[in-house]
């Protein structure tokens, strides 16, 4: 579908006359008076004003009061505490037997022979994800208005399930809402250079972790995606939409999107069906004379997108993207876009999905039974097995992402080993593959590296095992699965005896950076091994911590009982050791070096990557538990950072006026540790922080490019987010508890570091073969491999170490956050 050329308007008229009613937004009939408007609750118009997240759930709240078709429900709370509703619209009648609809709904996916001709088809409606792209969420109010006030719907919430989430992102909403509501004038000024079209770091997009949330919805690690997640699988809706806003200078788009980068796992039908769908947005915006288009642009690739997820669950993801006004009127090629414009937009493709989806109702309900039905047409009686056997954590954590989306999994019965890799009895999961989740499965594991177009939207790898750091088994014989597992626990942790000489705690465990500041901040004395060596019958890896039970400011059982305390809550095993004379270095021995406690501060602000700053903040605070200090680079310059031993710099756009660089440069020389990551790597060694040398991609050999494609050149030279190996010196503090001696990392740069002529300062290198999944182009391939992704070098007294990659990746790369904490606790050594 084309563009189509129609009458765009855009109000012209006096700005600060914009105030619209609601029957700007709504179809013209007498609605019922019993329900009340969103201006009656909120006291202002629909767009009159950026709706604020509290003022939306009041709202909410005052409709199902008001009206039975609208029953609601808080299905949790986001990390400021804001909560999390659903709205549940249909009929009255369908109310009474709400729970009889849901199950027969799930039925027809587990059962072919199931009649659906008369079931009502379930629609999940939401809104700003994005919290900056807000004509969604405001737009909700008045939908939700007309969905419980309409007097002509009636038939159509009797064939209508629909599941309405007014806020994806309530944190983001509300920050936004603020910025727009402080900065807006009386005179509504639309020059796009105001302080309102101009949002502070970190802006309204996120989280309040600064995550994206629209790459969460195959993860699944943030408390929205968690009950977003719950009720997608608790219902399987037909059709999910997902209301976004892009540049302001664009119109509005609906899926699909460009046919050439849709998953190769998503059934054809699925685009049929979304390009019927168009049809009806198309009608709706005709009505209104809006521009849109379609299948120019945007993907359905990545299945951690709210319009994507669906598709590999026999759902059908929309995705709509409105011109943002990013305040409340804003000048732009077409004229001046105006906010309740954007609203309507929104509103209107919000009917016409209920409309397309009644009118399409039994064609969508037959298309998901058959997509159960030839899931399980296809299913072969093997399984996957995944785990580390050293390390339960990560393992958990990854069984617990299958459990939530419903995924069958079930205890290994027995230690085996495939392929020389070891899976242990309590450290690993199998997972049968005939099951109903089956395609999800594989979307989770999927290994791709051919593609039939060479740009995407996003990543073009996420593979669990090699994100969370696990080990995998495939084709694995069903006769190894024990029972199943219905609810999932982690290891439980110990400590083995009351000793009196120390204790042994290993490194590979995912929690012990987490253990280890606690003991640290109590005062209490670590040392790290540098070598293996055994005790006791026991064999410890490099990175071993050595707890001595001498000289300790608690006594012999203080120290044991905080120590059981400590294991119990970080699900690990430390051993008691009965004598200090080991099977390689002894415990007094000068190979195990002191520990220090850490300080950890970070650059925020200015033109810092937020979204990387926010993972860094949200692995160290919510899963560490490590007060991490957050230096705003409005003020960094004037603070005595004396007392951190680590700053970690992450990704920057563009940096530091020298006084900030001469100030960093002295902290390192008085013996911090600078730890860098993606762009700022090739600052760092501009100024002479650390010295490096760099390999450049040439595209220049690239012929016979016509006009129209030439940004199809230089976009596939772009690392989008792909997996690589590369091989590891375990013996390096860098990689203490790994028990591999190949690493997959995530990659989405072009900053390729060439390998030290000496090899032990390689710890880390790309392999000559190292793509393992996703795209990459075949200069770029040719000049990463056997580069090196980490270095450290020594700057006076202190040191710098720099990734060329995101080690911490949306919350999910379990399998390289151990990279960063072991740069915060080990740096010093290396």
Known sequence: MKKLIVLFLLLSISISAQKVDLSYYLPSEVYNSSIPTPESVIGHEVGEWHITHDKLVEYMKALAKASDRISIENRGTTFEGRPLLLLTITSPENHQNLENIRNKHIEATDNSSVDISNDPIVVYQGFSIHGNEPSGSNAALAVAYYLAASNRIDDVLKNTVVLFDPSFNPDGLQRFAYWANTNRSKNINPDPNDREYREVWPRGRTNHYWFDMNRDWLPVQLPESKVRIATFHKWLPNILTDHHEMGSNSSFFFQPGIPSRTHPLTPKMNQELTREIGTYHAKALD?????????????????????????????????????SSRGHAQETVNGVLTFPFTIRNQ????????????????????????????????????????????????????????????????????????????????????????????????????????????????V???????????????????????????????????????????????????????????????????????????????????????????????????????????????????????????????????????????????????????????????LLDQRFDMKLTKLDMSYVSRVNLSKYTTIIVPNSYSFFDKAIEEKLKTWVKNGGTLIGYRNTVKWLSSKKFIDLEFNKTKIDTIESVSFENKSLKSGAQVIGGAIFEAKIDRSHPINFGYKNDKLALFRNTTVFIKADKKSFNNPIQYTSNPLLSGYISKENMKELKNTVPFKVQRLGKGKVIVFTDNTNFRAFWYGTNKLMMNAIFFGDKM
Do not use: C
């Open 347 to 458: 509103f209107t493709a919000a009917l016409s999905t209920i409309e397309a989806a009644n009118k399409m109702r039994t064609k969508i309900l037959k298309y998901q039974q058959d997509f159960y039905k030839n899931s399980r047409d296809a299913e072969t009686k093997k399984a996957i097995v995944f785990g580390d056997e050293k390390d339960a954590a990560k393992s958990y954590h990854l069984a617990e992402v299958l459990k939530r989306h419903q995924i069958k999994i079930h205890e290994l019965k027995a230690n085996f080993s495939s392929n020389g890799k070891n899976f242990k009895k309590g450290y690993s999961y199998v997972v049968p593959m005939d099951q109903k989740n089956q395609r999800l499965v594989k979307a989770m594991f999927d290994v791709r590296t051919k593609f039939q177009d060479s740009l995407f939207y996003d």
């Open 287 to 323: 009505k209104i004379g809006s521009l849109y288009y379609s299948e120019e642009s945007f993907d359905d690739f990545y299945y951690g997108k709210g319009s994507t997820f669906p598709d590999i669950n026999g759902s059908i993801g929309i995705l709509f993207e409105q011109g």
């Open 460 to 618: 073009s790898a996420w593979t669990f095992n090699y994100s969370f750091g696990v080990d995998l088994a495939e084709n694995i014989s069903l006769n190894k699965a024990g029972k199943e597992i219905v609810d999932l626990q982690m290891k439980q942790g110990n400590v083995s005896f009351n000793s009196s000489n120390g204790y042994l705690m290993s490194w590979n465990e995912y929690y012990t950076p987490k253990a280890l500041n606690k003991i640290l901040n109590k005062g209490i004395r670590a040392k790290v091994s540098m070598k293996n060596f055994k005790n006791g019958g026991n064999s410890y890896d490099y990175g071993t911590i050595f707890i001595p039970v001498q000289n300790q400011k608690l006594d012999q059982l203080e120290l044991y009982q905080f120590l059981s305390k400590v294991a119990k809550e970080n699900h690990l095993n430390i051993n008691g050791v009965s004598t200090g004379l080991n099977d390689g270095i002894d415990l007094g021995s000068n190979n195990f070096s002191n520990i220090k406690p850490q300080k950890v501060a970070i650059l925020v602000g200015g033109n810092m990557a937020s979204s990387d700053a926010g993972e860094v903040w949200h």
